[in-house]
């Protein structure tokens, strides 16, 4: 793309960070769960609004759910923010040491306050730069509730929201800088309920049938299920009710709850019917019965990467990001608290090696990734799961990663949260909305690149969109933690 649009959209987004860093300063300190995301979802529509989207509240049936909209006519450029945080997490900013703010509190574990606002940032600024310079073309922002473990967007999805849209793009805090091609397995969540007889647990426990043990012997069967799987799959499970708390009682009722993942989502629903055969086994051992509840699903992520080369090219004329001794120190006394292995492993799995600005190896010396990976034009195994991949089955999508967090940093960490408000990561998330940005004007001034992106997508879908297959009677209200 022609390096002047870069500038001139890096430089507008730069003069953009005060205000929208402290929207996500806002949004860190609200630290709302899965669709109760009232106040942070209300910020973002609000700015949306200010800066002349037409917003959509309440979309797919949940209430902090939104679009705003800008512009008109083809292309539709989506860009996905998410904006929840995780139960549990509370932490204090600024400190490399744990220290809950409130204990059992929520906290931004994921980064979702600078996702947000990151996305928000390159929206505006896309939509800005398309009226400056009289091109046609429509920004939507869709504000995604719900991502950890509601699965907004496959919601979105169903809803049919994504129907006319051309691409997708977003991106996700990290430890690194870049595109990383990833195929993320696609996940079913169900709970196993047992019910059996109480009993006595000495003197009548002839008479007991308990689901406590039929919970056991499950997982045993499941474990041993484990060799026999493709090797890609993944399933692990939580015991979320044991029947209560006297030893002396034969529980009548127990339950857990299984994630189930696979590279697709064919296979991960195969691999569900062995896993419930598994709990009627259990449950005819133990005379119990067993109900079989879904609860959540998203599908695997189809990588485009000819999107993804676009955004690593735009990341490439970007350039570094002006980090300065105080980022480098504090990510530095983040990195002190943890183990080398996790320093090596996060180099490792993110293979943060080959630097495209200096071409030098990142050695864990340097607490903050410095440069830009490499792109390799192909994609790698990841055994997380994201709803970003039901939006990647509807339409060509891509994603990046900026370093708004030290190297060897692992989401869902207090680690994380303590980084959300720092200045380091203030500057990642501006330069994630430039790489955004810029990207969304290449789609929207290159319709060769943009029927390349299509084309791909054709190629490996067949033509045919996937729905994640959840059922009708399922809606995004049985996730809400008020009602769960
Ligand atoms: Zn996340």
């Known amino acids: 793309m022609n390096r002047d649009a870069v500038t001139s959209i890096a430089e507008a987004i730069e003069k953009m960070k005060p205000q929208f860093t402290s929207l996500s300063d806002s949004i860190w300190d609200f630290a709302e769960l899965k669709f109760d995301e009232k106040q942070s979802s209300g910020l973002l529509a609000e700015t949306l609004e200010a800066n002349g989207f037409a917003v959509t509240r309440g979309v797919a049936g949940m ?14 450029i989506a860009i996905l923010g998410e904006f929840d945080a995780l139960a549990g997490m509370s932490q204090a900013a600024g400190i490399a040491e744990h220290r809950p ?19 928000l940032m390159a929206a505006i600024a896309l939509a800005r730069h398309l009226k400056d310079n009289s091109i046609a073309g429509t920004v939507r922002y869709y504000g995604c509730p719900g991502e ?39 996940v079913l969540e169900y709970f196993y309920r047992f019910k059996g007889v109480a009993a006595h647990a000495s003197n009548a426990a002839h008479l007991g049938r308990s689901a406590l043990d039929a919970v056991e012997l499950m997982n045993v069967g499941v474990n041993f299920l484990r060799e026999h799987m493709p090797q890609d799959c993944r399933v692990h499970y939580a015991i979320t009710d044991t029947g209560g708390r006297a030893a002396n009682v034969v529980q009548a009722q127990a339950e857990v709850v299984y994630l189930i993942r696979a590279p697709e989502m064919p296979q991960a629903l195969d691999l569900v019917k062995r896993v419930d055969k598994v709990a009627r086994g259990a449950a005819m051992m133990t005379e119990t019965d067993v109900e079989i509840v879904f609860d959540t699903a998203s599908t695997n992520l189809l990588p485009n990467i000819t999107l993804e080369t676009a955004m690593h090219e735009n990341m490439v004329a970007l350039g570094p990001i002006a980090f300065d001794e105080a980022d480098l120190d504090f990510a530095k006394s983040i990195q002190d608290t943890f183990t080398e292995e996790a320093i090596k492993s996060s180099i490792r799995l993110y293979q943060i090696k080959g630097d495209v600005f200096s071409n030098a190896r990142v050695d864990g010396a340097t607490p903050l990734h410095l440069g ?21 089955w509807v339409t060509p999508t891509a994603q990046c990663w900026t370093p708004t967090w030290a190297i ?10 303590a980084q959300g408000k720092s200045a380091g990561a203030h500057k990642a998330m501006a330069h994630a909305a430039k790489a955004i940005a810029t990207t969304g004007l290449s789609l929207m001034t290159s319709p060769e690149l943009l029927a390349a992106a299509k084309a791909e997508w054709a190629e490996k879908t067949d033509g045919q969109a996937y729905i994640c297959p959840i059922p009708a009677e399922i809606s995004p209200a049985v996730h ?3 009602v769960k």
């Open 480 to 482: 809400s933690p008020k």
């Open 408 to 417: 060897g940093t692992n989401p869902h960490t207090w680690q994380v949260v």
């Open 372 to 392: 830009l990976r490499e792109f390799e034009g192909h994609s790698h195994f990841r055994a997380g799961s994201t709803d970003v991949g039901d939006v990647s």
């Open 63 to 76: 209430e902090t759910a939104f679009i705003g909209e800008f512009g008109q006519g083809q292309p539709v």
């Open 101 to 119: 703010l409130a204990s059992g509190g929520t906290g931004h574990g994921c980064g979702h306050n600078l996702l947000g606002v990151g996305s």
């Open 148 to 186: 950890e473990g509601g699965s907004g967007k496959t919601f979105m999805v169903r809803a049919g929201l994504f129907d006319d849209v051309d691409t997708a793009l977003t991106w996700h805090p990290a430890p690194f800088n870049g595109v990383r091609s990833t195929n993320n397995l696609a």
